[in-house]
Every structure is written in C-alpha cells, then in structure tokens.
C-alpha cells in the first residue's frame, strides 16, 4: 500500500513567488493534516481536513496560506506571495477513522526555501 | 491539550534499554498518549499509544502510571538505527470519529553509540 506522497520534495523560490505544495494521502483516509518545521522551531499544526471539509485551521499562519482539497482526495498548500519565515519544511499527514485515534501517517516533507 | 515535557537528548549505547520519560501533568480524561520517532529528513512515524497501565508492542512498550501524569516509552536493545528524535504527544478523540491534532514538542534527540 502506498504511503502518504509529497511533491515536490524540495523548492527553492524567490520571495514574492507562489508555491503550491501537494499532498496525495493514503487511499481511503478521510483526515489530511498539514504541519510544517521552519528553521530551529517545533513541528507546527497548520490545519485539519475531513474529506474536503476544513475541520480547523486555527494553525494557519496568514491569509498568504491557502489550502484545498477538492475532491476529499489529494490536497494542495499554496503560499502566495512567498516570505522569507516560510521557510521550512511541510508535512502532510493522513489517518483513517476508527483507526488509532493518534495514528497519523506522515509524509517525507516538501522542503521550502524562500530566498 | 496538555503540554508534554522531555528530556532534550539522551544517549545510549547499542544493546542497552532505554526508557524516554515524558511528563504531562494537565492531562484530562479524555486524552491518550502517543509517541512518534523521527529520523532526519523524513516525516514522523508512530510508535505506539496508550491510555493507562502498560502498552507493548514490536517495537516499543510504553508505561503509563495510575495518575496518568507521565508516561515512559521503552525501547527494548537499542541499535544505531534507533538514533532519532523521539516526541511524546497528547491527543484527544473528538465525537464522531474525527482525530484532533497533533501538538508535537521539541522531542527527545536520542543518540545511540556503538
């Protein structure tokens, strides 16, 4: 069974650019969870989806963040315009209901270099 | 959710036990307690949850005491590949089936020397 997949694996942009991070999850898990690590810091929540429901995204960092997840299947993290604190590394994670409750399946990470 | 705290680092020679104590005093009723490992430039990966008294499984078990106020994940003869970032974390189940998130700490660097 194929794991949670991330792309791109790394992107190097120029502040004021767009990037737009994709994440396929699991097949069959409803919840897909965003978080991400800039530089020296914790592993952060960014938000929670339910299908293509927003479930909550009291982690997300500004209005330059934007998610989807048309479709309830992959989802997509867009950062326009680009900042030089977003930096970092973006995780995404799925889980199934009824499973574990605190079994999440994470993903390697898109790396983020803003310059 | 509770806040967790741990040891920054720990170091271990291959063969030996470790034990990872994480305390988490605010824990309420409701939530259960998990750990994840990571390993550079990958994503964390769950090694095991509990809710009280003791949870083993192949790769680790984890001891929770009656107070529920810390939890100790032990992994069994440690090898250089059990080198990583160990994160103790509180979850809590929502009605419905829909899993909170996540709140990860700055973990245990635990370093395991041949």
């Known amino acids: 069974e194929a794991g949670v997949t991330q792309f791109p694996s790394h992107s190097v942009i120029e502040k004021g650019q767009t990037v737009t991070l994709r994440c396929d999850p699991i097949s069959g898990h409803d919840n897909l969870y965003w978080y991400r690590r800039v530089m020296g810091k914790e592993i952060k929540f960014l938000l929670h989806?339910?299908?293509?429901?927003?479930?909550?995204e009291s982690g997300m960092p500004n209005n330059r963040f934007l998610a989807e997840r048309t479709g309830g299947t992959y989802s997509t993290l867009k950062v326009q315009p680009a900042e030089l604190e977003d930096s970092g590394v973006y995780f995404c994670?799925?889980?199934?209901?009824?499973?574990?409750?605190?079994?999440?399946?994470f993903g390697e990470g898109s790396r983020l270099t803003v310059l | 959710l509770a806040k967790t705290t741990q040891p920054i680092s720990m170091d271990s020679y291959e063969g030996q036990e470790v034990n990872i104590t994480c305390s988490h005093n605010?824990?309420?009723?409701?939530?259960?307690i998990t750990w994840y490992q990571q390993f550079p430039s990958q994503g964390p990966r769950f090694i095991i949850q509990g809710y009280k008294t003791k949870v083993t499984n192949e790769v680790a078990s984890l001891f929770i005491p009656a107070d529920r106020k810390s939890s100790t994940l032990s992994l069994p003869r440690v090898s250089l590949s059990d080198t990583a970032v160990y994160y103790c974390l509180v979850g809590r189940r929502l009605g419905g089936g829909a899993t909170n998130k996540l709140i990860f700490g700055t973990g245990t660097l635990l370093a395991v020397q041949p």
């Open positions: 989806f339910v299908k293509e429901s927003k479930q909550d």
């Open positions: 994670a799925s889980s199934q209901d009824g499973g574990i409750p605190g079994e999440l399946f």
């Open positions: 605010n824990i309420a009723t409701n939530d259960y």
